[in-house]
């Protein structure tokens, strides 16, 4: 377990040794905390990533504080339509993920994602068990592509649009 950050380790481990019934207790358990994990009100950000992309229902944003040392504190904000399984996997992953850092989350693997949500889920639902994930590392990279050009002293021009803001 030790390509996880350690809070995500333990996650995995506690899912991959469950039924599959009480897999989706528990990712129902998740999906309900999602809004736990919203950006704080007057909270500012080093990154913010707030889109509708097509591959989901509805909109969601990424917000980033980085820390000297490049740890991360993240935060997801989920529209009204966003599917439950993508709630689970947001709740997840901030918990997961929360005090890693840049690298280790553009390092974590999805392999993951089967040991959490079992092999029939993914399957029927591959876009949106890995979304967020995507997201998350996409808006880590724009965050650590800034940070390189502004240590350079180069004026950061993405190669592509993103729809991330910088706070």
Same mark, same amino acid.
């Given at each position: ?6 809070? *995500? ?17 528990? *990712? ?11 950006? @704080? ?19 969601? $944003? ?16 989920? $529209? ?12 997840? *992953?901030?918990?997961?993920? @929360? ?18 949500? $079992? ?49």
């Amino acid at each position: 377990m030790s390509q996880y950050p350690p809070k *995500l380790a333990e996650i995995v481990d506690l899912f991959e040794h469950l039924p599959e019934e009480e897999k989706r207790e528990n *990712l129902i358990a998740y999906a309900d905390q999602a809004g736990s994990h919203s950006p @704080k009100p007057g909270s500012s950000y080093d990154l913010e990533d707030v889109r509708k992309d097509e591959e989901c229902t509805d909109t969601v $944003g990424v917000f980033l504080s980085v820390a000297d040392d490049q740890t991360v504190d993240l935060r997801v904000s989920l $529209g009204a339509h966003v599917q439950t399984l993508t709630r689970a996997m947001t709740s997840i *992953l901030c918990t997961g993920l @929360k005090g890693a850092s840049i690298r280790q989350i553009l390092d974590v693997s999805g392999d993951f994602v089967p040991k959490l949500v $079992g092999g029939e889920l993914v399957r029927a639902r591959s876009q949106t068990v890995y979304y967020i994930l995507t997201r998350i590392r996409s808006a880590c990279k724009v965050w650590l592509d800034r940070k390189r050009a502004a240590d350079l002293g180069i004026e950061y021009a993405p190669q592509n649009k993103t729809g991330c803001v910088a706070s």
